[in-house]
T-cell receptor, first 111, second 113 residues
Framework: EDQVTQSPEALRLQEGESSSLNCSYT??????LFWYRQDPGKGPEFLFT???AGEEKEKERLKATLTKKESFLHITAPKPEDSATYLC????????????FGTGTQLKVEL | NAGVTQTPKFQVLKTGQSMTLQCAQD?????MYWYRQDPGMGLRLIYY???????DKGEVPNGYNVSRLNKREFSLRLESAAPSQTSVYFC????????????FGPGTRLTVL
């Protein structure tokens, strides 16, 4: 069964303190790796899609990278407004467009 | 564009009652999905509709039914609600069935007493 595991479960950073969130997946034909941001009481908001190992995408203070076994979401000089839960999900060969989600990393950025 | 909209935002039911959650998208997407989100668990797929006129079971379909009313609308029905169905329900849509990005609605928070 395809699985997506995120770590850490929770992360507390000071404003400006860069860090990375991890998303690892079982190697069974990854077709697409997705990152979403979810604020409390809201639906997941799409951030990035990665399809190939070595691919990178950036948006403001966020950069997502992909290897053959895992993806990282790098947060550079975070601000309090970056506080949210970050969700990783994958689609795998044989699963159609079924997204398999991790349980998320809850990020809190403090002043 | 409103994107994906869901109604209602909140609902409280008693065990055994029925209700329908409504979802609509204005992005002309072909595929639509229903997920549930529970604490400590990832979002799980309940049902999906790869294209208008088709529906299929996802990971946790028991206790639910769906209707793809037209290209824009996809509803989720609980025929006899149970406390185990207390959850937050999200509707999503994507342009095509495949590896396309799914866009999510704001969710419906359902409590079954």
């Amino acid at each position: 069964e395809d699985q997506v595991t995120q770590s850490p479960e929770a992360l507390r950073l000071q404003e400006g303190e860069s860090s990375s969130l991890n998303c690892s997946y079982t190697v069974s034909g990854l077709r697409g790796l997705f990152w979403y941001r979810q604020d409390p009481g809201k639906g997941p908001e799409f951030l990035f899609t990665l399809y190939s190992a070595g691919e990178e995408k950036e948006k403001e203070r966020l950069k997502a990278t992909l290897t053959k076994k895992e993806s990282f979401l790098h947060i550079t000089a975070p601000k309090p407004e970056d506080s949210a839960t970050y969700l990783c999900a994958g689609t795998f060969t044989g699963g159609g467009n079924k997204l398999t989600f991790g349980t998320g990393t809850q990020l809190k950025v403090e002043l | 564009n409103a994107g994906v909209t869901q109604t209602p935002k909140f609902q409280v039911l008693k065990t055994g009652q029925s209700m329908t959650l409504q979802c609509a998208q204005d992005m002309n997407h072909n595929s639509m999905y229903w997920y549930r989100q529970d604490p400590g668990m990832g979002l799980r797929l309940i049902y999906y509709s790869a294209s208008e006129g088709t529906t299929d079971k996802g990971e946790v379909p028991n206790g639910y039914n769906v209707s793809r009313l037209n290209k824009r609308e996809f509803s989720l029905r609980l025929e006899s609600a149970a406390p185990s169905q207390t959850s937050v329900y999200f509707c999503a849509s994507s342009e095509r069935w495949g590896t396309d990005t799914q866009y999510f609605g704001p969710g419906t928070r359902l409590t079954v007493l």
